[in-house]
Nanobody, 115 residues
Framework: QVQLVESGGGLVQPGGSLRLSCAASGSIFSINVMGWYRQAPGKQRELVASVTNLGRTNYADSVKGRFTISRGNAKNTAYLQMNSLKPEDTAVYYC?????????WGQGTQVTVSS
């Protein structure tokens, strides 16, 4: 079992930055991949970025060059540094951890980009 808690969302102006954090507890040494997804109103949840336990990263085309995903040294945290934010980045952001073939999700944190 893995429990995930996200933090760091909020309201930011276009061009601004936010850093999201995801803290995992439970069977953290079984986590293979951690990722960030987002869901905007009326849209499907989509992958934003992911990082494996070997440090391999993957990004959605829409965030490449603006967002950076990383994991903490203790491997039980994941971060999403978001720069040059755009109004279209507005969504609820969810953290996901993959253990074997099972996905664990956090409760989500709202990110709103607006002037």
């Amino acid at each position: 079992q893995v429990q995930l808690v996200e933090s760091g969302g909020g309201l930011v102006q276009p061009g601004g930055s936010l850093r999201l954090s995801c803290a995992a507890s439970g069977s953290i040494f079984s986590i293979n991949v951690m990722g960030w997804y987002r869901q905007a109103p009326g849209k499907q949840r989509e992958l934003v970025a992911s990082v494996t336990n070997l440090g391999r990263t993957n990004y959605a085309d829409s965030v490449k060059g603006r967002f950076t995903i990383s994991r903490g040294n203790a491997k039980n945290t994941a971060y999403l540094q978001m720069n040059s934010l755009k109004p279209e980045d507005t969504a609820v952001y969810y953290c996901k951890a993959v253990v074997a073939s099972y996905d664990y999700w956090g409760q989500g944190t709202q990110v709103t980009v607006s002037s």
